[in-house]
């Protein structure tokens, strides 16, 4: 998968617009990484954010996952699926896990970085 670099995003998880993020085990797409980034809450104070491009084929245009059932993603072009815990693959085909993108919280601020 390609690097990808952006300017940090901060979001507001007290804002109604990110209100699935409020609960442990809530997630939200946002845009920004490659083909977006999906949002996961692991706990009251760790957030996990990953690029939502399936590192099977990334450069695939069907190739974005999917929040199916917390905490699995799954990418509807080729079935792998992903734990947003880790990123790590739970079934293939893809060997490799998500790109992950580096947080910090300090309530009620998230930022989610690039590097």
């Known amino acids: 998968m390609p690097d990808v670099f952006f300017i ?5 998880i007290s804002s109604t617009f990110y209100i699935e993020l ?8 946002l845009s920004g990484g490659y083909r977006g980034i999906v949002v996961y809450r692991w706990s009251y104070d760790e957030f996990r ?4 491009a399936c590192p099977h084929h ?17 990418c509807h072009c ?10 790590s693959v739970v079934q293939g085909p893809s060997k490799y896990p998500l790109k992950q993108y580096p947080t910090f919280f300090q309530y009620p601020n998230l930022q989610i970085s690039s590097w």
């Open 78 to 87: 080729c079935g792998s699926m992903f734990l947003l815990i880790d990123g």
């Open 22 to 29: 409020n609960g442990i085990g809530g997630w939200a797409n």
């Open 49 to 52: 954010a990953f690029d939502r």
């Open 8 to 12: 940090p995003i901060t979001i507001d």
């Open 58 to 74: 990334p450069y695939d245009e069907c190739a974005i996952i999917e929040v199916e059932d917390p905490p699995i993603a799954k």
